[in-house]
């Protein structure tokens, strides 16, 4: 639930003074809002008190624009780690500057906001519909990607060098505040340059925004290692399946993934606590009934059974205990010291999930997405992110998109299916 | 846009005297409601005007329910054209009755409502977990098909002689109007029997469901015919790929199809006419300029260019020209007519795309679609379909899902990003 | 069984004066030879008679080579219709020139032959690793196709003027032929130029050769066709699946797609006649039996129940009569007369089989054929092709390769292999 | 190279009374040899010494048969781990027993070779047409597996009373040896029981056979890890991607996936010795020239870097050390203390690769496979496996297939192949 004072309205540059040349295209009016709520339930109470209703501005091209087209450059900016769809947006965005908008100087950073720090060296790839049109073929990233902060200050210099007035930032929760800092640091000096944020997780963890690009593709390959695991479970006696996913803060591949023919049995997720002793005697039921047993576990689960440091990672992410083998361990410890003699296969597929190009959907989701981007960038709108919310494109401002990582409601629809999809009781202790 | 109008209201068996057997989950309370609009300017006038927001019953399972599990028999039905993922709704149903609510005889009427008439001597097969444990790997379904309506009266007879108080029929528009009559037919007999409609249509085409299972792959699917035909065109000189793709009145595989990749250069469907003229002197444009060309053509457009016949088939539905050979035949002799050498290679995929097995993410829909589906009949729902708004699962009445087919608005977001992505005019005149 | 006067020796422009500059390789040495014969009654009779046992050269690299790579310049030319690979081997031929010897002037003629005739203005692709490092990933070919001859004379000039030592020629019997003209006509002018033919033919129909690239993964997306074609059989009473695929001389993408997961029920083949009556009767009989069908008939197969014209294609090929169009006719109309009533899809995927990237497998294969190309030109081996047999790379002439196209043999164990998997009598009449 | 002495005959139980019931396909005389050389140059010097050419026996279908199919019982074993293909197996071992043969008790064994010993209570599947008819489309076994072996008198104890008198063991080099056990305890008691086996191996490393089923499936699996690692090296500066791949004392499935789009620029192998410090060097140059590396390591390569127990495991292989942490840390460690910041992501997708169903042309492969393995088994043949020589199905002894496990020859053309794609140097050391 939000709280009633959060601000959804968007910054923007100035007035748009110039004529879209789009042609043939439905431009979007600036008035046009969707609602934040979708239960009646929840927007009566609104109603009947007179108070407003929560909406996001509605993404789309608008008739009027704040840059000349054939004035500007632009630039996109890849950070963090993979995700299905990377190169299907750089597509995107590069191809409806270029068609739509007549742009001509499109600059790829490289590596991450590194490639925004001139004296490190990178000189960012030129951009063109012959560069970028069959990369959406490809998983990864053509920029290269880095993670971590750099100075705002450096970045604008080297943006204001280059004549830079549209930057697409492709990243998750810190690629979005280094974003608002850039859009910041651009307004403190007076500089017309729009920070337009395109959200990246492969976690789908970024509030305000009901599904993110690459995810669905991450779903149905985390699934292949589920599909593998439930197939060794069966094909031995007291087989068990055990699969480590990604997930840091929120298990929705872990879930979503368990959705998928119903093959998993466990499904560990960071939101939903559980102890060894619980998991183990239900595993144990679970075995003696049925003969064996497939777990997922999101990477961020059962935390608290383990011993961490606060380390952190160059994205300032504490890092994780190692839950996947710690529950490898430990479960075989447990059945070799019952006597029950059990095939427990562990398999952790990694890097493979989110190293794939963007399925059919997600490479759609991408062409819209991108579309979306440039629109905003080009109506003067910055320290923004596109978002999607009920099937449609949306305008979200940065600071409200990482106020907080969105999270599975353990009370919520989608844990209550996971329930009734494994059969695993409601508390695992 | 709805008239005001609009009755959203279920129909219902009566009271729910019996607690649901279901653990761990959250039950849904029946004030639930999900809003159909989610545009703030559609709500406002409502809100202006005191008047009551549209809103559709939320899905999902009740803390009490209508029919006592362990004496009720169930039965399935799967009704029209193959689309991606009956199994995996077969499969959802069946496990969800047995596991979650402990029903116990589960039939599975074969060859659609034919399955229903007993003199037509179809024993159902008995469904159970052994039996559909893996049919979700499989297309098709396993229950067989059959096209056309049969007598409502002779169906409920053979109901009533097998003790069916609960029946899930999975079919498109002319299906649900079935599911209706027996709905009706069992009320007028005052036999309290529930029937729950499942919407399958691989065109995506019913009202009051925003996406329906399959649909994911359907596309998939139709983009690598697209696909095809764009590694034709670059092929040779002047290439031109053209595909015909399902989509009798709405032409939505072909536009979401056209949105992966953007490999299209003009998208026809029904919804949005267009000339020979205008396509040809278009494409030979496009052939000039770029020196290869795709077309994606639903099987519906342009029917008004042909001289079609008025027959219909066993479902009712007109048979429609063949558009596909047409505009191949008319290409090719414009062509020739002009001198200008092309290469044209004709596609057209037809059953391939709806006989493939559900990909993952339909798959997962596919079982949260059926677990809703028998959530709502053993809460003595009836006459009513399973929908999905917002991302969200709904009750939709039958005579509301069946007033009119969804279309593609050639004014709305879906068709301006088709000229978007593929650069074609407006009008194609 | 080839007749005793086969020449099987390969023709080189004259001796090695080079070192090769690869390093590490195993080299071949050039007496090494490869058994045509594989069977020992084959062979016995030959030995007991002293005559020699006919076999291939070895392909692979040598330690000393014609060509001083440093100097020349090599050109490759794509010709004929698609088929998955061929952008592989584009690639494996480029970087085994450039990082394998050191070439670095490479040229990729464009649309076929046509490319080689400097009046129609094509001017070639510049080839180098960075622009076939991906190309690996995508179907169809980068330099683009077209059929049919171009004047030897014509292309000799060409060559000799951006001269090109090596060409590497891709592509079915047409083009080979092709390719054994141009290198007689260098000879006649007595230029050092080197022609390597690659063999290219989704129909797998080329002598001497027992795997063509491409066609496993051809094979494999036609069985996506007899799946979905098994799936409909199944999903209505009376079901008859028909597909329609490649195979203009030779029935092998339709055997071999037979022999997964035997879905089909009749495969037919154009090297085994039938007769319609035959066809019809077996098919009635099935489907009393059984209940659905699947026929897998190749394009060539049963030409002669067509009325044909003599007419040809731009390759030289005789234009084939449509047998799927006609079979599924003959089938309907046939069982309106016996009233039986059935459900007859008919499927003809086409181009979609194509025009895929290639598989794994073919794609390792392609990198292969590519290598040894390389490896034979720059030995000075000329109006050669290279060909695979009993697992390894060979040196076959042209002349030999082009005598016959390979076809199915009724007696031999692929087809009584159909037999045993169909269950379809061994004479459809 | 074989020594001469070789025995390639084939153990019968007695002479083959009763005519085959198949209809319509070609019968394979008993005289069919395939040769086991394919070289001119190695048989050359055989037959100047008049000596014996070593052949392999043909399989197929016999025109006389050993037992009378009505009267009789088979049984199916599954042994081992699992590998991409065996329900196909089964599937086409059952089917052939059924339709070409009319057998119809047909046992399927559970959980290997403990299955068989009736004291352990695994009383056995009976296997019918509609039990195995889909269970191609799936992975794993649906026999379930152990590993190990069990005593052979009670195997045979529990054969006898069942009546199995052929009996299919499908699994790798233990299982062959246990099956040549149970064959000679029969031949033993007198008894006639024809043991066939057939070999499963997904690291490819049986002798006497070319291909085996699964292989091309794993290794395909195997690319999507090395495309993720190749994605992951190329998304950051001096990303390295570390995969480890399947390959005990082989590393056929490391080395065939390599030549799949080169993408590996290191593939390690347990034949071919390398140094840590040989590793880093090449490494470290490649990661300065070209700012990203891929390593693809078989799990038995470098086995001599790694302080080892002597441990084995239940089928009696030596455990291995983990080569793949061992690399990451080691690369991790020395980049560090050189003080260059590489990027480095470790794969080890492992069980994914080996449960995945088998493709279409492993899925073909395996119906020829089982086709012959129950012609050889129908025909009294025993004590031996069905192999793949020469694209043509065999007889092999099985102490002659358990001599010695198949390795990578290092200096024969696959390893060449490997060196010429990757660029490594011969000697990593």
């Known amino acids: 639930m939000i709280d009633e004072e959060i601000d959804f309205s968007i910054e923007r540059l100035g007035d748009c003074c110039f004529p879209s040349p789009m042609k043939g295209v439905r431009f979007i009016g600036d008035r046009g809002r969707l609602l934040y709520h979708s239960r009646y339930e929840e927007i009566q109470p609104l109603i009947n008190a007179s108070k407003d209703l929560p909406a996001f501005e509605l993404a789309g091209p608008r008739e009027r624009i ?3 087209p054939v004035d500007i450059s632009c630039g996109i900016v890849t950070c963090g780690g993979l995700c299905p ?3 299907d947006v750089i597509r995107a965005v590069t191809l409806s500057l270029y068609h739509h908008y007549g742009v001509r100087r499109i600059y790829g950073f490289r590596y991450g906001y590194e490639g925004l720090v001139k004296r490190l060296g990178n000189t960012p790839l030129v951009l063109t519909p012959d560069v970028v049109n069959q990369i959406g073929e490809l998983g990864g990233t053509i920029l ?11 970045m604008v210099d080297y943006l204001e060098e280059l004549g830079v007035t549209i930057l697409f930032a492709i990243g998750g929760d810190g690629t979005l505040k280094g974003a608002g800092k850039i859009a910041g640091e651009a307004a403190r000096r007076g500089r017309h340059i729009s920070v337009i944020g395109i959200p990246k997780t492969i976690d789908n963890d970024i509030s305000f925004i009901q599904t993110t690009f690459g995810f669905e593709t991450a779903v149905a390959e985390a699934h292949r290692a589920i599909y593998a695991a439930h197939t060794e479970a069966t094909g031995a006696r007291n087989g068990v399946g055990l699969v480590k996913l990604m997930g840091r803060d929120s298990g929705f591949i872990a879930a979503h993934s368990t959705l998928i023919n119903s093959q998993v049995n466990f499904c560990l997720a960071p939101e939903v606590p559980f102890t060894l002793e619980g998991l183990l005697r239900n595993l144990n039921e679970r075995l003696t009934q049925r003969g064996h047993a497939v777990i997922a576990v999101a990477e961020g689960a059962g935390q608290e059974l383990l011993a961490t440091t606060m380390e952190r990672d160059a994205s300032g992410n504490f890092k994780l205990g190692d839950i996947g083998t710690y529950l490898r361990e430990a479960i075989k410890e447990h059945f070799a010291n019952t006597g029950m003699e059990i095939n427990l296969k562990y398999i952790d597929p990694s890097y493979i999930i989110r190293s794939q190009p963007a399925n059919p959907h997600d490479s759609a989701f991408c062409l819209l997405l991108g579309h979306n981007a440039v629109h905003a960038g080009m109506s003067g709108r910055t320290n923004m992110m596109v978002g999607f919310w009920n099937h449609q494109f949306t305008h ?6 990482t106020r907080q990582r969105k999270k599975i409601d353990p009370e919520g629809w989608l844990w209550s299916s996971i329930l009734a999809s494994t059969g695993q009781p409601r508390e695992l202790i």
Chains 1, 2, 3, 4 share one sequence.
């Open 144 to 154: 290269a990607s880095s993670r971590g902060p750099q100075e705002p200050a450096e």
């Open 66 to 68: 704040f840059f000349n």
């Open 85 to 87: 769809g990377i190169n």
């Open 396 to 401: 979200v401002p940065i600071n409200l998109a």
